[in-house]
């Protein structure tokens, strides 16, 4: 089945406890609360790259397609029209996370299982825009998916996030993970019943110039 798995995790976070602690005034040399404190820092971390469609801190994912999305180009005919429903493969996929840093490697696989891999010579890495692309070169094809197999036929590994180190992050992210952080902790009951708390106003208009828009409902498109 479609979909992106987080395979290379990172200790690292964006914001330290010690900022935590000190945004909610609780004295650092209290170690009481910290495994408390931790769990929700790294919850508001999880939540906050889920709402922006980001990955903060570079991390490494596995994007698996069963097919490459199509287009459809919908021209409007003046009186009637008959002829056949054409759909064409797009020439590019779409990655579902920001910012993408590089393709480490772009494989397909047959009916049998058996590994394959799209020379980096066919394609190219568009991260102009927040949604980067993996844009087809002139003349070149995706691999055709008759004869490979139905499910997650295509899987793309790829690096994405700000830097390997907290001060690569924008202040304006910390500063959110900060914020929320601290909402859940203000709101800690609620947030040990329901596990998660919507994103306050305050930190989705202080996030809004981060959050990735996509327009196709598709994955890859």
């Known amino acids: 089945m479609s979909g992106l798995k987080l395979t290379t995790e990172t200790n690292i976070t964006p914001v330290t406890l010690s900022e935590v602690k000190q945004t909610l005034r609780i004295d650092p040399d209290n170690f009481d609360q910290d495994a408390e404190l931790i769990m ?93 692309r993996i844009v087809l070169r002139r003349s070149q094809t995706f691999p055709d998916v008759a004869s490979l197999r139905v499910a997650n036929a295509f899987i793309v590994t790829f690096t994405a996030g700000y830097g390997t180190a907290p001060k690569d992050v924008p202040s304006a992210i910390k500063q959110a993970i900060v914020l929320y952080t601290s909402h859940l902790y203000e709101n800690r009951e609620l947030y040990i019943e329901q596990k998660q708390l919507p994103v306050p106003m305050t930190l989705q208009t202080l996030l809004q110039p981060y959050r990735v828009v996509r327009f196709s409902n598709i994955l890859g498109g």
């Open 40 to 132: 929700m820092l790294k919850s508001s971390i999880k939540i906050l790259e889920e709402y922006t469609g980001r990955s903060f801190i570079t991390k490494t994912f596995d994007f698996a397609l069963d097919r490459i999305p199509y287009s459809q180009e919908d021209k409007l005919v003046e009186g009637f029209s008959t002829g056949p429903f054409i759909e064409k493969t797009q020439n590019y996929i779409a990655l579902p996370k920001a910012p993408v840093v590089a393709i480490t490697s772009f494989k397909y696989y047959d009916d049998s299982d058996t590994e394959n891999t799209f020379a980096t010579s066919n394609y190219y890495l568009d991260n102009f825009s927040d949604t980067a």
